[in-house]
């Protein structure tokens, strides 16, 4: 069965969400990965997470083209990164999200693969609610927010809280499983986030649990000469694959778990 919207003829298209199957939308961004990745880190994990759980799950899902380009200002001091005004990348992912909520597709997951996207995607999602006055249910999610994943880096990781940001542990680990060939190993380094307890965020383990829940993103050059956060060093093909197949299992559970909300008439209590 066809689960590639993008490959889909458009009676397909309708037949897919006449079968209630939930529209998953990868979005990241092109930037700066340090000296050892290529600037599609994002795109590419992203993506291919999010092909390989929907695969998994192709009569009950649909896998919707990537957007590629995503919110990304504060990286623009490091030649390669490409960034879309904030509000544009809002409304351009809220207008894909509400076509398909126009399409008849109930349930739709953006499933993100770029830190500062979060809070702009989080956005697009309750504006899809909205446009469509309630009748879908539109989500978003990093896919190092599964919770397979944040368990598996538990047992799976090797470096201390802050390994896993930016190009650490977990991205390097998981693009040497994709495309080792584009990954140069020799140039990695290690760089370690700045920053006092309360403000700082490691991808698989969050905010420190011994601080506050404190939020500051200043421009990524103040932070890291390599652009870098983290510990690259560390990043393995073996460790690739294992983070690799919690993601893509983590995330066909949450697909699963998605479909299950239910959509109910809204009550205007005037
Ligand atoms: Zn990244």
């Given at each position: 069965m066809k689960y590639r919207y993008a490959e889909m003829t458009w009676p397909e298209c309708r037949a897919a969400a006449e079968a209630g199957r939930a529209a998953v939308l990868p979005v990241a961004t092109y930037e700066d990965h340090g000296?050892?990745?290529?600037?599609d880190t994002d795109v590419v994990l992203c993506s291919e997470i999010c092909d390989r759980a929907v695969a998994r799950l192709a009569d009950e899902a649909v896998l919707i083209p990537p957007v590629p380009h995503g919110y990304s200002p504060h990286h623009m001091d490091f030649p390669g990164t490409l960034t879309i005004a904030w509000d544009t990348f809002i409304n351009y992912v809220?207008?894909?999200?509400?076509?398909?909520?126009h399409h008849?597709?109930?349930?739709?997951?953006?499933?993100?693969?770029h830190g500062s996207n979060t809070a702009p995607l989080e956005m697009a999602a309750r504006l899809t609610v909205l446009?469509?006055?309630g009748k879908v249910a539109c989500a978003?999610?990093?896919?190092?927010?599964?919770h397979q994943v944040r368990e598996a880096g538990k047992t799976i990781r090797d470096s201390e809280y802050g390994g896993n940001s930016h190009a650490g542990e977990y991205?390097?680990?998981?693009?040497?499983?994709?495309?080792?060939?584009?990954?140069?190993?020799?140039?990695a380094v290690d760089e370690m986030n700045p920053l006092p307890p309360s403000f700082q965020f490691d991808l698989l383990a969050g905010k420190r649990p011994d601080a506050s829940?404190?939020?500051?993103m200043p421009y990524w050059s103040t932070m890291t000469e390599s652009g870098v956060r983290g510990r690259a060093t560390?990043?393995?093909?073996?460790?690739?694959?294992?983070?690799?197949e919690a993601a893509v299992a983590g995330l066909v559970e949450l697909i699963r778990e998605f479909k299950t909300i239910e959509i109910p008439a809204r009550i205007d209590h005037h």
């Open positions: 000296y050892h990745l290529p600037i809220r207008d894909i999200c509400v076509s398909l909520a008849q597709f109930t349930h739709i997951l953006i499933v993100n693969g446009a469509a006055e978003a999610v990093n896919h190092w927010g599964v991205e390097t680990s998981l693009y040497l499983a994709l495309r080792p060939g584009t990954v140069d190993m020799d140039k829940l404190a939020t500051y560390l990043g393995t093909r073996e460790k690739g694959e294992a983070f690799l």
